[in-house]
């Protein structure tokens, strides 16, 4: 088990908070056959980080074989778009942006990507073992086989990472009904969210 955290971890405040978006490149299209429904969960909650005004860092894998990130998803309010080798997102470039945005460092990250069982959870890692608290959007990460997903998100669960779903995240962001953002916000979770066919336990 994870080590136990105070009650703060599953509080997200804006001003303390941090999404990061791992690798939704183009060239991974035909190769992941949920992309299309990640796509659709990540446009909804990157669009309610732009309302709550949470930075955005940006990766892409090796964008000169893999290619830019999908054109679906608007990324022009990204604090930094990173290109890099390496499979997790902690990269110098970004590690400078998150002091450059924080003073030092985030209190949470809002992680999500591609894939979840390589760049995703090696970010997880690496940000697990600087006390950095990591909420995993489970309907935002995707792999090639969703049990590579599905057994790495337990993997993160037991390491202390939150595993959420994009509409969680933006109802806790938003936190109350009073918010003044509350009916910009409700436009964008009208619609319900993509299947990701994510693993369910059996209750047998």
């Given at each position: 088990?994870?080590?136990?955290?105070?009650?703060?971890?599953?509080?997200?405040?804006?001003?303390?908070?941090?999404?990061?978006?791992?690798?939704?490149?183009?060239?991974?299209?035909?190769?992941?056959?949920l992309?299309?429904?990640?796509?659709?969960?990540?446009?909804?909650?990157?669009?309610?980080?732009?309302?709550?005004?949470?930075?955005?860092?940006?990766?892409?894998?090796?964008?000169?074989?893999?290619?830019?990130?999908?054109?679906e998803?608007?990324?022009?309010?990204?604090?930094?778009n990173?290109?890099?080798?390496?499979?997790?997102?902690?990269?110098?470039?970004?590690?400078?942006?998150?002091?450059?945005?924080?003073?030092?460092?985030?209190?949470?990250?809002?992680l999500?990507?591609?894939?979840?069982?390589?760049?995703?959870?090696?970010?997880?890692?690496?940000?697990?073992?600087?006390?950095?608290?990591?909420w995993?959007?489970?309907?935002?990460?995707?792999?090639?086989l969703?049990?590579?997903?599905?057994?790495?998100?337990?993997?993160?669960?037991?390491?202390?990472?939150?595993?959420?779903t994009?509409?969680?995240?933006?109802?806790?962001?938003?936190?109350?009904?009073?918010?003044?953002?509350?009916?910009?916000?409700?436009?964008?979770?009208?619609?319900?969210?993509?299947?990701?066919?994510?693993w369910?336990?059996?209750?047998?």
């Open positions: 088990m994870g080590k136990v955290r105070g009650s703060a971890l599953y509080r997200l405040v804006p001003s303390k908070t941090l999404f990061m978006l791992c690798d939704v490149q183009e060239k991974f299209k035909p190769a992941i056959p992309l299309n429904c990640l796509i659709e969960n990540t446009a909804k909650l990157l669009a309610a980080g732009k309302v709550f005004q949470v930075p955005l860092l940006v990766t892409e894998q090796y964008p000169e074989k893999l290619g830019k990130t999908v054109s998803l608007n990324i022009e309010h990204a604090c930094a990173v290109s890099k080798t390496k499979f997790s997102m902690l990269v110098e470039p970004v590690r400078k942006s998150m002091a450059e945005i924080f003073g030092d460092k985030p209190k949470t990250v809002v999500f990507g591609l894939e979840t069982h390589v760049c995703v959870e090696q970010t997880a890692f690496d940000l697990v073992n600087e006390d950095i608290d990591v995993l959007v489970a309907d935002c990460c995707a792999s090639r969703n049990q590579d997903r599905d057994l790495a998100l337990e993997r993160l669960r037991h390491i202390g990472c939150n595993i959420s994009s509409e969680s995240v933006i109802f806790n962001l938003l936190g109350d009904k009073e918010h003044k953002s509350f009916k910009e916000i409700a436009s964008l979770v009208k619609k319900v969210s993509a299947d990701m066919q994510l369910r336990p059996s209750n047998k």
